[in-house]
């Protein structure tokens, strides 16, 4: 994936992942989670469900 120095508005934490398919979503604006116990500890804590988005063709 090419890198720029483009300014975004939005950045998450999918910004440190290595998955280019993450990667493209990483200044979305949503505050999305890779896979793992910092999401799931958050949803519990929070009493919310998990969003699963396993990718699209």
Same mark, same amino acid.
């Given at each position: 994936? #090419? &890198?720029?120095? @483009?300014?975004?508005?939005? &950045?998450? @934490?999918?910004?440190?992942?290595? #998955?280019?398919?993450?990667?493209?979503? =990483?200044?979305?604006?949503?505050?999305?989670? *890779?896979?793992? *116990?910092?999401?799931?500890?958050? =949803?519990? @804590?929070? !009493?919310?469900?998990?969003?699963? #988005?396993?990718?699209? !063709?």
């Amino acid at each position: 994936m #090419s &890198t720029d120095n @483009r300014q975004h508005k939005h &950045t998450n @934490r999918l910004i440190h992942e290595k #998955s280019p398919y993450l990667l493209q979503h =990483a200044h979305n604006p949503v505050d999305w989670y *890779p896979w793992g *116990p910092e999401a799931f500890q958050k =949803a519990a @804590r929070e !009493s919310k469900a998990v969003f699963l #988005s396993i990718g699209y !063709s």
